[in-house]
């Protein structure tokens, strides 16, 4: 968020602000910032900082001040900030003379990684009132340099990035088979590109794609009832079967009574600038699949994540 002397938005004003008068290490940019997302655009303008990350120093960081965020969807997100953590090239703006280094590649520069990986692993949260849970849970971790071998049991499967992905930058790989009871709906006979991203709390798929995958699937209903005779999903990955169970791609929350909602984690979106071809398998995918980004070698490592059996995928 932007310093409150340039406060532009409704969404600045109900959240945590970077305030630039009490910054001893600022250092003015002069370049103007744009972020383009599915849920909105926000604007502001890039500075140089000193920026702490999980007990890390990143130094002479160029860092962006948010202080434009129309609509609602902003003033509604609970986060305060965005930690890119694609590759440079998709890195804003772009600028080949005076690239904007992501996080994880100023921790490269600098050496401040044992490895050159960071890994996630997303908590699964109890219904908010069916089985005693809430709205919100804690327990997600990230770690920078490699891995935490306490959250994912049994082998890591690695997957190499295809050449495609040095083109597009971000965490890309590719899909073999999307199947529901048995029947494939997709990526059988050309493979998908799917972006893995924490970032998107849903899995995406191209709207002709998602068409199938909707006519396929049992109507999911509102309050909840029929999410356990609702099938599970497998994802083919470089040869490899990832199987979701409906409690990690149905997403459920609370209304304003407190009563427990159910919505389908899977839609459907064509996201033109890229061809409209992108898969995301974004949160519901990762709370199943400890996620290890390694660039060093430009791969993706999955393990099954260490999650408790009475726990199902929340909507926060």
Known sequence: MGSEQQVHSKACKTHSKYVESKSSSIRADGRKLILPYGSGI????????????????????TTGAIVVEPGEVWVESPFDGILGLGYPMIAMPLDPNDPVLPP???????KLLDKNQFAFYLATCKPPRGS??????????????????????????????????KALGYWLVLGNGFEIDGQNL????????????????????????????????PVLK????NVASMPPITITISGNKFTLESDFYVLRGADSNGVDTCQLGIQGLSVLATGGFLWILGDPFMRKYYSIFDRDEDRVGFALATQHTSAVNVVV
């Open 42 to 61: 926000c604007a502001g303008y890039l500075v140089e900082e000193t920026v702490g990350i999980g007990g890390l120093t990143l130094r002479n960081t």
């Open 104 to 110: 994880v590649d100023v921790m490269m520069k600098d």
């Open 132 to 165: 005693g849970g809430s709205n919100t849970c804690d327990g997600s971790v990230l770690t920078f340099g490699g891995v935490d071998e306490t959250k994912y049991s049994g082998d890591i499967t690695w997957v190499k990035m295809p050449a495609l992905q």
């Open 186 to 217: 997709a990526c059988g006979t050309i493979p998908c590109p799917m972006v893995v991203d924490s970032g998107t709390s849903i899995i995406v798929a191209p709207n002709k794609e998602f068409a199938a995958i909707n006519k396929t699937l």
């Open 222 to 225: 509102a309050d909840c009832s």
